[in-house]
């Protein structure tokens, strides 16, 4: 159980151009996800927090309207990174919380490779 | 401000024998502590959390952790190191449970055959 998935797995796109990004929750209902940045042999960069229904929470420095963040079911949010310029390529990767009882856990997604040229 | 440490870039361990990595933190109240582990271009892999209850935790592929609040620490052990348990480990802390998780900077476990 607790499986999340990410589509696609890598991706590579003209600067300039918007790249979106799926998180899904495969087998539970997520009101909470996370998204997150990882440089090359670095740790995980908290990016924003995505509430379904509701605006994402982002975390100091991150552009809002760079990374746009939807929230619209308890399964699925997406990351559109607009305008991508060579410096947004990065390991990106989301997380779904699970909530209640002994769970009360982040379990995340295989991530996405991007590659900005 | 609060923090984790992974005080080790990297622990070498030969293959059957036990390993130890270690994680420590720097958070007010009692945290969330979690160990993931990360394979390369893959994304985390949830292995033991603890919340409350027994110190010793016990998780996935024969890890288990022994949380110590003296020491703040929540250092990740195995009995018995296996080739395949070579992977990058990153320890996170909750200061509010489950969520805006604090990581480690990761430790790089290599188990030699």
């Known amino acids: 159980g607790a499986v999340v998935s990410q589509h696609p797995s890598w991706v590579i796109c003209k600067s300039g151009t918007s790249v979106k990004i799926e998180c899904r929750s495969l087998d539970f209902q997520a009101t909470t996800m996370f998204w997150y940045r990882q440089f090359p042999k670095q740790s995980l960069m908290l990016m924003a927090t995505s509430n379904e229904g509701s605006k994402a929470t982002y975390e100091q420095g991150v552009e809002k309207d760079k990374f746009l963040i939807n929230h619209a079911s308890l399964t699925l949010s997406t990351l559109t990174v607009t305008s991508a310029h060579p410096e947004d390529s990065s390991f990106y990767i989301c997380s779904a919380g699970e909530t209640g009882g002994a769970a009360d856990t982040q379990y995340f997604g295989p991530g996405t490779r991007l590659t900005v040229l | 401000a609060q923090s984790v440490a992974q005080p080790e870039d990297q622990v070498n361990v030969a293959e059957g024998n036990p390993l130890t990595v270690k994680c420590t933190y720097s958070?007010?109240?009692?945290?969330?502590l979690f160990w993931y582990v990360q394979y390369p271009n893959r994304g985390l892999q949830f292995l033991l959390k603890y919340i409350t209850g027994d110190n010793l935790v016990k998780g996935s592929y024969g890890f288990e952790a022994e949380f110590n609040k003296s020491q703040t620490s929540f250092h990740l052990k195995k009995p018995s190191a296996l080739v395949s348990d070579s992977a990058l480990y990153f320890c996170a802390v909750g200061p509010g449970g489950y969520n805006k998780l604090i990581f480690g900077a990761g430790t790089r476990l290599a188990v030699h055959p």
């Open positions: 958070v007010s109240g009692n945290p969330y």
